[in-house]
């Protein structure tokens, strides 16, 4: 009996194999899109029947969120990618024996951030985060371009030394948990570990969290972890970076929260807020003034995706319902307008051929729809009305600020100085006089906006499903 | 009945104003020629030039528009109107309420608006010359107007003419330092707004020294005739606006008889005649200074104007 | 005999810090990838005398791999391709070797006053490894840090893996899944880093990381 | 049931945006699009009338949209019931100056899609309820208008300004939202009503007002917040400039007496300091600086900074009254800043037309290619001195009521017990008075320099009369200009629901005083009737005409202008804007402005033309703006080093951050 949990896990898994199997792109692009679709479907159902989870995976509000975000943005960047791969290969980027290896890779990355996100177990959730790691690396590499084997490199580099920490401050959860709860696997079962939590060692679990945060946080993109973050958003082929924006910093930034919830519950050990409220601060206002000299648009709204996930970090720093209530809204809003940046600049890069912003001009006259797309999530993502960031950025400004005003205008300061870095760029690319090539996109834009749409639509009215859940799991965050 | 009388003596107002005031610059002139030893002109030339004026005909610029020939008529009605509500020899006429002390200035203020557009319509240097000093004159005079309108109204607690006379009049007030600060930064605005000397020189035609003089160099026949009589009425406005805040004695109840009446009218006359008097003494006894010497003067009007408030809201407290 | 295993295993937990003090000041890539080798070979043994004291046997098979693996294999293949690429003589370091070893002096340090703060009764075998286990791990990003060669910091990322292992084997119980998944990794490591190698090679004339961020995202 | 039709009417008009998005280039969407926003806007300046004349009480409505436990809540009280009037009133008026102006925009699908979104913001902000909807409206007010700034993008000055608007903006919402975030509290009770319940101590509220201050006033164009509005008002198209002058700064200021007057519950004495030194300040500055354009917009721009100081004045004067507690001066202050709120969207909207009329005529923003167009565009030009009479503050028109009263306010000061407001308040009438006749010497530059004298250009030469759906947007605006002006009484009465809910009482009833005075406190005191002045001054000017047509000599004849005997003189030997302004700015710019002139002479017998330049150094900008701006370069460019660092280094970063947390460990505890 296969239940939506393990489907959730296994159609990406078989789908990447046939897809490592079978031969000619346009075939396999579809059946990429068809996969993740189904896997989204999948994780829908979850909320139909909840299935009952084990020691190896679990299902609860929390995750249940991450999942049926993930699948989802999984699917519709397949669509994109359909699209986008196509042109890859008529201009020759890309040989049709890379795209079926990139498609069998993005079938395996999405496996492994499913698992990851339904993994009960520290130390699977650990392998998957690992292994989603590698497939990425493998994909920003797959132009085999200078600069973009220097990012598969540094990402590589950096990403496995980011691994070995988490790798470490999960033995050290593990050892803490040993004495209290016993030998064996029991005591690396997240349900477990948080019923017993208030009576581990703190001093161990303190070692272990400075770990998870600098393993962990390496993926998030944490300033000065970030180092491979923009290379590879700006090197990897567009998709990928609407995945690794979107979806992947998500996910290692699902496995923080875990611990932050674990080390929550131990009165005697180290407070996680401090350190994750500096970390996201120092990410955000360091983001924010690295907008300001971007010659690459990939790599500008790289370094917003750090500025973003700063603030996501400081909201749940900050903890309190509200705080997280924000910090969850932000999350989600953010994976979905940036992966709609992504496509839009994706298409535009195709459009001129070009990813350097000096290049592009008057996109709104050229290509009126990407163009005012662009638009509309540049506005989006710099927080401005009536679209979904800005009630989540209301929501972590205006509650800080009635707690802690220092930190709260700190933060103000850092999005008004994004807000600043992005419109500049985003005035020379959008408008003025056209320049370079005019030829109209064969673009898909239906995932971009039906993004959109989404963001704009939560900006406006979240549906009291949507409310009530993410209630919860702000509750659970404590 | 009252009613009836109240308008007769409103008429009489206006009827009295707009024919004393061409006979007060024809005063000014005389006397002034007579401290020259020079033997001037008969006291009634003005009216007799008005006279001319009226019936010669008007010689109108090519590129002049409608506008320059209907701010003559404006300038004169918006002076005329000003100076027949200021209190001369009796307070509280039927319409004095209608427009307090802010409202003459403003009305004035319209007046000389106008008249600086006149001085830009047809489009020679001569008129922007006059306009834009004129501009720059006022635009230091009337806050100082204000300022002064400001001290007597605290004193008087009304900026209603009539009512600040008879409050002026009753000895209640006594002497006060800015009273006097008011007083002089007055008479400086009054000479700066009727173009006398040494802000202007109303008798020059040297086009670059004069400023009044510019503006209207472009009028002719009527409508010269109606700007020089609004300037005079203005004259008279400014010095029966002097007599009735300052030297208010005399002025004519309103519910006073005609006895009182009588009285009223006679002190105004002497108080012309010795406004005039005074002018006339200070004109000859000093020289024209440069344009841009103005700005200093009026600003040093504006800051007497600004003292006596700022004295009198402090003594308030005290 | 509680005492004695004690020792024992504090003695190879030790004698791992020590080999990794000893990378720290090879400077020469040969020399380097035999110190290496060293250090894998004293893993493999104190992992092997974890699975005897706690009697674990699935813990042979973790001393087993990493004594092929890391102990020969890999540092046989490293041979090959530095010599390949012509850099086994190559001298590197960016900080002295004086000043690396100070720092690492700190380093074990830190890490002692971190670990000691555990409360005892998380028994003192797994304290005292943690210890050192913590200790070779900063040394290995130490390494990785003090570095400017491709190859020399692969070393130091799997000097550093090795300390997980330690760590990982001194977790009394811990299940299999750890010990795997570190082998796995090492080897995907391993290969991808080989791959790269290789594509390095094909493009630029050296692996040296330098030349590789001198094609930076956005040169001027 | 009127919020719920205002809603409607909302509704309607962001229906709108996406109609015009349909509508694309095509000639037709101008007719429909501002069409449909004229009757809209009209329907719902007269329901808001309606409720402001009729005090009832309307009952809010919550939508379940905005923060999801909250609800969007709306409600119509009488300030904003009459700000809702002040905003339909400029929106109907400019959708009418529109339908005609808009047939020659040259890029119809920039602009058409954002205004009716824009009116339907403005709208929102005064009915919403609740902070979230309040800055949510807000801030979309701030984007549309910003879409409609940049409308014409091609030009790099207009992105420049609508760069320089939208971080302005963004500030200011800013500002605005930590206000909200510290009444609210740390759980978010941002429902006014609970606000208004929430008794801040007094050291928040005083952070509250100075946040609300700063927030309101950069959307408002307080100086020194005011550098985006002369770039941003005249970048848009003339009649969007006129909504964001003529409307759009009195949603500001609506913002401000929202938090300052209701929310923020009594005031302490000092606030009104703070507010009067900004409101004399603003007015001042906003003059001077436009006595030194000669951009016609750019001009109107300014002026409008120096209005919305005087009302910033008057509000400050309400501010120190009610926290004296003396109602009734409170109440005449009050009613004299708003009153003023209303004449200036009145005349600032007109006169925007009137430039926007000579824009499409000529093509020309700049008045030294102007001149002499009352020949070519009368009508405009009549209805064009309408305004400048009426915002130079001059009898009878409406822009003197409001100053008057104001006036009549500091007048009423002298009792107020604080000795900083002694000497502050007269140092502001001094400043208000000043600004007022600079105003006038300004506008008699704004209009002899365009309107009058001969033509300096050719475009200028042959302008043609601007349509008949402008004039009578431009012609209806004059009427009000006139009407407020000769029976502000009406207008008073209409204010006294607002006072009464926010001072607490209203100005004595105006309207049935015989002969329709205007009368602040007494009779005694003082009193106007606009009424009678404009009798009198049409009676006596039209009998001297009679008479003098009549008794003495009616004939006229053309000649050429005298020219001292140098025969025909060239257009440009006329004044111009600069040389106009030439003695003010000798006398005022030298220090404010930095203004130098350098004249170059060629030496007898050169062919060279002398010239003379002007040099103006805006300090306000090169003490604030621009410190800012380098200060983000400085950091931009020294952080960026960190997208060039080798990996190693990277690892060096994450070691140094690892080694730093276990230190943090070691002496933690």
């Not at chain 1, 998957?128 to 132009?143: D, F, P, R």
Request: charged letters at 10%.
């Amino acid at each position: 009996m296969i239940d939506a949990l393990t489907g959730v896990l296994i159609i990406p898994a078989i789908g990447a194999g046939l897809l490592a199997a079978l031969p000619g792109y346009r075939l396999t692009a579809r059946l990429n899109v068809l996969v993740a679709l189904l896997t989204f479907l999948a994780a829908l159902s979850l909320f139909v029947v909840e299935p009952r989870s084990g020691s190896y995976l679990l299902v609860d509000d929390f995750n249940k969120v991450f999942i049926v975000l993930t699948t989802f943005v999984g699917f519709t960047t397949s669509v994109f990618s359909a699209s986008y791969i196509v042109h890859e290969i008529e201009i020759g980027r890309l040989t049709p024996t890379f795209v079926r290896f990139y498609h069998a890779m993005y079938q395996a990355l999405m496996f492994a951030m499913n698992l990851a996100l339904v993994a009960n177990n520290i130390g699977l959730m650990w392998v998957a985060i690992e292994m989603a790691t590698l497939t990425t690396v493998l994909m920003v590499g797959i132009y085999r371009t200078h600069e973009a084997l220097e990012a598969a490199w540094k990402y590589f580099i950096l990403g496995s030394v980011g691994i070995a920490l988490a790798l470490f401050g999960t033995i050290l959860v593990y050892m803490a948990a040993r004495p209290v709860i016993g030998e064996g696997l029991e005591a690396m079962v997240w349900t477990v570990l948080i019923t017993h939590a208030a009576k581990f060692d703190p001093a161990l679990l303190n070692v272990a969290f400075v770990f998870l945060l600098l393993g962990y946080g390496t993926k998030v993109g944490l300033a000065p972890l970030h180092a491979w973050l923009p290379d590879a958003h700006a090197e990897g082929p567009t998709p990928i970076s609407a995945v690794l924006s979107g979806l992947l910093l998500n996910v290692a930034l699902y496995a923080l929260l875990r611990f932050k919830m674990l080390l929550a519950l131990n009165p005697a050990a180290i407070a996680p807020g401090p350190l994750m409220v500096i970390m996201g601060l120092v990410s955000c206002l360091f983001a924010a003034f690295m907008l300001y000299r971007r010659r690459d648009i990939k790599r500008m709204f790289a370094y917003s995706s750090i500025e973003h996930m700063g603030i996501i970090v400081f909201a749940f720093g900050m903890g309190g319902t509200l705080a997280n209530f924000a910090g969850l809204l932000h999350m989600t809003m953010h994976s979905l307008t940036k992966s709609a940046i992504f496509f839009a600049v994706g298409h535009i890069a195709q459009v001129k051929g070009t990813q350097k912003i000096a290049d592009i001009s008057g996109l709104t006259v050229t290509n009126p729809v990407l163009g005012w797309g662009l638009v509309l999530g540049v506005v989006a993502i710099a927080g401005l009305p009536p679209l979904g960031i800005f009630m989540s950025e209301f929501l972590v400004v205006s509650s800080t600020f009635a707690r802690e005003p220092w930190l709260a205008t700190i933060l103000v300061l850092g999005i008004l100085v994004a807000l600043g870095g992005l419109f500049l760029r985003l005035n020379a690319i959008a408008f003025g006089e056209p320049r370079g090539p005019t030829a109209k996109a064969e673009a898909s834009y239906v995932p971009m906006f039906a993004h959109l749409a989404i963001v704009f639509v939560v900006g406006i009215y979240m549906p009291p499903a949507l409310v009530s859940g993410f209630q919860n799991v702000a509750r659970l965050l404590g | 009945m009252a009613v009836i009388r109240d308008f007769i003596l409103q008429g009489a107002q206006m009827l009295l104003v707009l024919l004393l005031s061409p006979l007060l610059t024809g005063f000014v002139r005389k006397v002034k020629a007579r401290l020259l030893r020079r033997q001037g002109p008969p006291l009634l030339q003005p009216y007799r030039d008005l006279m001319r004026l009226m019936r010669k005909e008007v010689v109108l610029a090519e590129n002049a528009s409608w506008l320059f020939r209907v701010i003559p008529y404006i300038v004169f009605a918006g002076t005329w109107v000003a100076a027949s509500l200021v209190p001369t020899f009796r307070s509280g006429l039927l319409f004095s309420w209608s427009a307090d002390l802010i409202a003459l200035i403003a009305l004035l203020g319209s007046a000389r608006f106008f008249l600086a557009l006149a001085g830009l319509d047809v489009g020679t240097s001569f008129g922007g010359i006059g306009s834009s000093r004129e501009v720059m004159i006022a635009s230091l005079a009337e806050p100082a107007m204000l300022m002064i309108m400001f001290t007597v109204a605290l004193i008087a607690g009304s900026t209603q003419l009539s009512t600040m006379a008879t409050h002026m009049a009753s000895g209640e007030v006594g002497v006060r330092v800015s009273l006097g600060l008011a007083l002089l930064a007055l008479i400086m605005v009054a000479i700066a707004e009727n173009a006398r000397i040494p802000i202007d020189n109303p008798a020059t035609h040297l086009e670059l020294t004069m400023v009044h003089e510019a503006m209207v160099l472009e009028y002719s026949g009527r409508h010269l005739a109606l700007i020089d009589l609004a300037s005079e009425l203005k004259m008279l406005l400014y010095v029966s606006v002097i007599a009735c805040l300052f030297v208010p004695w005399g002025i004519a109840t309103p519910n006073g008889h005609a006895a009182e009446i009588a009285v009223g009218a006679v002190a105004y006359i002497a108080k012309l005649t010795v406004g005039g008097l005074l002018l006339a003494l200070f004109e000859t006894s000093i020289a024209k200074m440069r344009v841009f010497r103005v700005p200093a003067f009026l600003g040093a009007a504006l800051m007497l104007g600004l003292l006596a408030t700022l004295l009198l809201f402090v003594s308030r407290s005290l | 005999m509680r005492g004695l295993s004690f020792d024992i295993a504090h003695l190879l937990a030790g004698s791992l810090v020590l080999v990794s003090f000893m990378q720290l000041y090879q400077d020469r890539l040969y020399a380097l990838l035999n110190v290496y080798a060293l250090h894998a070979l004293l893993l493999a043994a104190s992992v092997a005398w974890q699975a005897f004291v706690q009697d674990a046997p699935h813990l042979y098979l973790t001393a087993v791999i990493a004594l092929l693996f890391k102990a020969v294999v890999i540092p046989t293949a490293l041979h090959r391709i530095i010599v390949r690429l012509g850099i086994h003589r190559q001298i590197e370091t960016v900080v002295g070797v004086g000043p690396a070893m100070l720092l690492g002096m700190g380093l074990v340090a830190l890490s002692m006053v971190v670990m000691l703060r555990v409360t005892a009764e998380a028994d003192p075998l797994a304290r005292e490894d943690l210890a050192f286990a913590l200790s070779v791990v900063l040394l290995g990003l130490l390494m990785m840090v003090t570095r400017r060669n491709a190859v020399s910091q692969v070393v130091g990322f799997m000097s550093l893996e090795n300390g997980l292992v330690l760590a990982a084997t001194g977790a009394k119980g811990m299940p299999l899944v750890v010990e795997i998944s570190v082998a796995f990794s090492v080897l995907i490591a391993f290969i991808v880093v080989g791959i790269f190698l290789f594509r390095i090679r094909e493009r630029f004339d050296t692996v040296d990381v330098q030349a590789l961020d001198r094609f930076r995202g956005e040169r001027r | 049931m009127m919020v719920e039709y205002t809603l409607y009417g909302v509704a309607a008009l962001l229906i709108l945006g996406p109609i015009a998005v349909a509508f694309g280039t095509s000639p037709r969407g101008n007719g429909v699009v501002y069409g449909a926003s004229l009757i809209v806007s009209l329907t719902l300046c007269i329901m808001a009338l309606l409720t402001l004349l009729d005090h009832a009480v309307v009952p809010g409505v919550t939508l379940p949209l905005g923060l999801p436990w909250l609800g969007a809540r709306f409600r119509i009280d009488a300030l904003s019931a009459f700000f809702l009037v002040v905003v339909n009133l400029g929106g109907a008026a400019s959708s009418l100056f529109a339908l005609g102006y808009g047939r020659r925009e040259h890029s119809p699908e920039r602009v058409l899609p954002f205004y009716p979104a824009y009116l339907a913001a403005m709208n929102l902000v005064m009915l919403s309820d609740d902070a979230f909807s309040f800055l949510v409206s807000w801030e979309f007010m701030s984007l549309t208008s910003w879409g409609l700034v940049i409308a014409h993008h091609r030009d790099p000055e207009n992105l420049r300004a609508g760069y320089v608007y939208l971080l302005m903006a963004g500030f200011g919402t800013m500002a605005l939202l930590l206000a909200f975030g510290l009444l609210a509290g740390a759980d978010g009770n941002y429902g006014f009503d609970a606000i208004r319940g929430s008794h801040p101590s007094a050291n928040l509220a005083a952070l509250v007002l100075v946040l609300a201050i700063v927030g309101a006033g950069s959307k408002a164009g307080v100086v020194p917040l005011h550098a985006w509005l002369p770039l941003a008002h005249p970048a848009a198209p003339s009649h969007v400039s006129a909504l964001m002058s003529g409307v759009m700064t009195k949603v500001a200021v609506y913002g401000f007496v929202r938090i300052a007057f209701d929310l923020l519950g009594s005031p302490a004495w000092w606030w009104s300091m703070v507010v009067l030194a900004v409101g004399g300040i603003t007015a001042i500055m906003g003059v001077l600086y436009a006595l030194m354009q000669h951009d016609l917009k750019r001009l109107l721009a300014f002026h409008t900074v120096e209005n919305i100081g005087i009302i910033y004045i008057g509000l400050g004067l309400a501010l120190a009254f009610k926290a004296h507690d003396m109602p009734v001066a409170a109440a005449l202050a009050l009613t004299a800043g708003l009153l003023h709120v209303f004449n200036h969207s009145v005349f600032k909207s007109l006169l925007f037309f009137g430039a926007g009329a000579v824009l499409n005529a000529t093509g020309e923003r700049d008045m030294e290619h102007l001149g002499g167009l009352i020949h070519r565009m009368p009508q405009t030009a009549f209805v064009f001195l309408v305004g400048c009479v009426a915002i130079s503050a001059l009898p009878p028109l409406n822009g003197f009521v409001s100053e008057w009263l104001t006036f009549q306010a500091i007048l009423l000061s002298p009792q107020l017990p604080s000795w900083g407001l002694k000497f502050l308040v007269p140092a502001v009438g001094a400043l208000l008075a000043l600004s007022a006749a600079l105003a006038a010497a300004c506008f008699v530059k704004a209009f002899g320099v365009t309107f009058l004298g001969r033509p300096r250009t050719p475009a200028a030469a042959d302008a043609v009369e601007t349509d008949s759906n402008s004039l009578a947007a431009m012609f209806f605006l004059g009427a009000l200009c006139l009407v407020a002006g000769i029976l502000p009484g009406i207008f008073i009465d209409a204010l006294a629901p607002v006072t009464r809910t926010l001072v607490g009482t209203n100005m004595p009833h105006q309207v049935g005083l015989d002969w329709l005075t205007v009368v602040p406190i007494a009779e005694s005191r003082s009193s106007y009737n606009g009424l009678l002045v404009f009798i009198f001054v049409t009676m006596s000017g039209s009998i001297a005409a009679f008479a003098i047509h009549r008794l003495a000599s009616d004939k006229l004849r053309r000649g050429p202008a005298w020219d001292c005997g140098y025969p025909d003189l060239s257009p440009a030997t006329q004044y111009t804007a600069s040389s106009f302004a030439q003695p003010i700015r000798r006398v005022y710019g030298t220090t404010l402005f930095r203004a130098r002139e350098i004249g170059e002479m060629p030496p007898p017998g050169a062919t060279t033309p002398a010239r003379l330049t002007v040099d103006l150094r805006d300090l306000i900008w090169d003490a604030a703006y621009a410190p800012i701006g380098a200060f983000v370069n400085f950091a931009a460019e020294r952080l960026n080093v960190l997208q060039f660092l080798t990996i190693r280094r990277y690892l060096t970063l994450v070691f140094g951050a690892l080694v730093l947390l276990l230190l943090v460990l070691a002496i933690w505890q």
